[in-house]
């Protein structure tokens, strides 16, 4: 139980230019990740996010479809966020601000202005990558696939939380200097709890550490801690829900953590998405949905500023991990608070053997308790 061994996050990161399912940076591709909540993309609007390093316009038409393609025109490398939403010969498009070439949705060029009616030259055969997009209750996601000119069908189907609203009930985000495994692995760090979050409305110091005993198990490409009863510290679940609540936590590659909070009238789950942005920034979005539970409608104004405020709490503390990693990269990792730790990592590496040898992912992990003080 109390064996130990260091680990560095970034195993992954080098070594893998023959490798699929994963980049240079250690991103895992051939992976659904969250591009934006839907309500931040406009109709006929489009803006540049960053994803796994690449710039990338998202958008929406004016019909209402959400796009992403990538946003560096192919001509001269000016992005495609910087033009407009124009139609051409009743197809919606996206034109550059340089010389009006006009791109569809599928990412093909469809009309370049300075083209002579007798020019040989076909637009067509220009395109500017396509990222196939899903969007479900208030979340849109895009597929980011290991070969860029790939059209192939995703490798996986997008993620899925089972039944949600149609939109989320608050939505809160935050970006951390931190490279997207180590704010996978901060996120879902069990010890750090009493002493991060330690607000008196949460967790009190005075409180102290209590034995947690939790039965985990594979799902798919993941791990879920069965339904159980939630800690007796979260005194917020009780009053909103009042007594009899079940929790249930859930962790998927590449990275979506989820934790649903449920009884019999009422339904609760929050989702936290990792984006890597760059090697050492990462996006975390979290949603918030929930239905048969009036009294959270009323709790908004409190409990968006208090995630808000653990999401801070987590930053700060990777802001402080910066200090030591710019000295020394190996940690010592100890079992059990950092058996998910090692989980991720396992899970990753399967992913890309599993995408380098074209097979079916194949969960390495063992139903297993946990225990430790928290
Ligand atoms: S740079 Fe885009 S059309 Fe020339
Ligand atoms: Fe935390």
Same mark, same amino acid.
């Given at each position: 139980m109390?064996d ?61 479809? @959400? ?7 192919p ?9 407009? $939403?124009i ?7 996206? $034109? ?26 076909d ?7 396509r990222?196939?997009?899903?969007? @479900? ?11 860029p000119?790939?059209? @192939? ?57 209590k034995?947690k ?9 993941g791990w879920?801690?069965d ?21 249930e ?23 936290t ?12 979005t ?44 190996a ?8 058996v ?6 396992r ?13 079916a ?14």
């Open positions: 109390a130990s061994s260091s680990s560095a996050p970034q195993q992954a990161a080098s070594a893998s230019t023959d490798k699929t399912g994963i980049n240079d940076d250690g991103f895992l591709t051939d992976c659904w990740y969250l591009a934006a909540p839907s309500d931040e993309l406009k109709a006929g609007k489009q803006q540049r996010i960053m994803v796994l390093g690449e710039p990338v316009v998202v958008g929406r038409t004016p019909a209402g479809e @959400a796009f992403a393609l990538r946003d560096i025109c001509h001269r490398l000016v992005p495609l966020s910087a033009g407009q $939403q139609e051409t010969e009743g197809e919606w498009t996206l $034109q550059c601000p340089y010389h009006g070439w006009r791109f569809g949705t599928d990412g093909g060029c469809k009309h370049m202005p300075s083209l002579t009616d007798d020019s040989p030259y637009p067509s055969r220009v395109k500017v990558r990222y196939p997009v899903h969007e @479900a209750s208030g979340a849109v996601y895009l597929y980011v696939a290991h070969n000119r790939s059209d @192939a069908p995703p490798a996986v189907p997008p993620p899925e939380f089972g039944p949600l609203p149609e939109k989320p009930g608050f939505v809160i985000h935050d970006v951390f200097n931190a490279h997207m495994d180590d704010a996978v692995v901060g996120l879902m760090d069990p010890a750090h709890v009493p002493f991060v979050h330690n607000q008196w409305w949460w967790r009190p110091p005075s409180a102290g550490l034995l005993e939790k039965p985990f198990g594979p799902t798919d490409r879920a801690i339904r159980h009863q939630p800690s007796s510290n979260s005194k917020l679940y009780r009053w909103v829900f009042g007594g009899k609540v079940e929790t936590i859930r962790f998927q590659l590449p990275g979506y953590r989820w934790e649903i909070i449920s009884n019999d009238t009422a339904r609760l789950l929050t989702l998405c990792l984006t890597p942005e760059a090697p050492k920034r990462t996006r975390i979290q949603f918030t949905w929930w239905t048969g539970a009036p009294l959270l409608h009323l709790a908004v104004p409190i409990a968006k500023p208090m995630a808000r405020k653990f999401l801070s709490q987590d930053r700060e503390m990777v802001d402080l991990q910066n200090e030591g990693m710019a000295h020394q990269k940690m010592l990792w100890i079992d059990d608070i950092d998910q730790a090692k989980w991720y990592q899970l990753k590496r399967e992913w890309t053997e599993c995408r380098t040898e074209d097979r992912f194949s969960n390495p992990i063992e139903p297993r308790v946990l225990r430790w003080m928290s």
